[in-house]
């Protein structure tokens, strides 16, 4: 099947600890997302790459790095210096190469992260 | 900066009564504009979207969305909810640009009374 596959679906990791989430995509799409989800915050842009060796930062990308060495994958460290890493995490992806397709964005079933 | 809200965070209702939830966009270009719903415990899937052509478009469930350019709008309608339409949904923009991203409101939680 197509589709956003993350892993893990829970991951727990101590507190000064760097920690990579997965996100992988069979869908041949040039763009891929971060996002942070929290409760009455809606969804907040980290990073996001719309093409392979290429990323840009989102609204809230500090203590957050990715790399975009394939098309299908875009991970996304939470480092040590994420005040407030505790969240669910999402990765989407989508058809869009900047101002040329219309496109919409496909979602990942999110990581939950728990920094204790 | 672009930016999208949604005003109403926490809505309740009874079965069959109509809904409409609010979505404002700030950028003056064009736009590809979205609604995103996400169940409890699943996946964000695509509700409906608007890229171009008649403002009014028809999503899945029998939701239904109106784009007013000169409002900056996007509200989401639907005329008798069910108790299954339970979920946060979530207003989307891409604002066509140089650095095209997809922008979300912080959302709105319905919660349907049976």
């Known amino acids: 099947d197509g589709g956003i596959t993350q892993s893990p679906k829970y991951l727990f990791r101590k507190e000064g600890q760097n920690v990579t989430l997965s996100c992988e995509q069979n869908l041949n799409h040039d763009a891929m997302y971060w996002y942070r989800q929290d409760p009455g915050q809606g969804l907040r842009l980290i990073y996001y790459s719309q093409i392979v060796n290429d990323f840009q930062k989102g609204d809230i990308a500090e203590g957050y790095s990715v790399s975009r060495e394939k098309k299908e994958s875009f991970p996304l460290t939470v480092t040590s210096a994420q005040k407030n890493p505790t969240a669910f995490y999402l990765c989407a992806s989508s058809n869009g190469k900047g101002a040329t397709v219309n496109t919409e964005a496909f979602f990942g079933q999110g990581t939950r992260l728990t920094v204790v | 900066a672009q930016s999208v809200s949604q005003h109403n965070h926490h809505v309740i209702l009874s079965e069959a009564a109509s809904l409409e939830l609010g979505c404002n966009y700030s950028y003056g270009g064009t736009v590809n504009l979205f609604w995103y719903v996400q169940y409890p415990g699943q996946h964000l899937q695509l509700l409906l979207k608007y890229f171009s052509g008649d403002p009014l478009v028809k999503g899945i469930k029998g939701f239904e969305a109106e784009f007013i350019k000169s409002k900056f709008s996007f509200n989401l309608r639907k005329p008798s909810v069910q108790w299954s339409d339970t979920a946060e949904y979530f207003c989307?923009?891409?604002?066509?640009?140089?650095?095209?991203?997809?922008?979300f409101g912080s959302g709105t939680r319905l919660s349907i009374r049976p």
């Open positions: 989307a923009v891409i604002a066509y640009s140089s650095a095209s991203k997809i922008i």
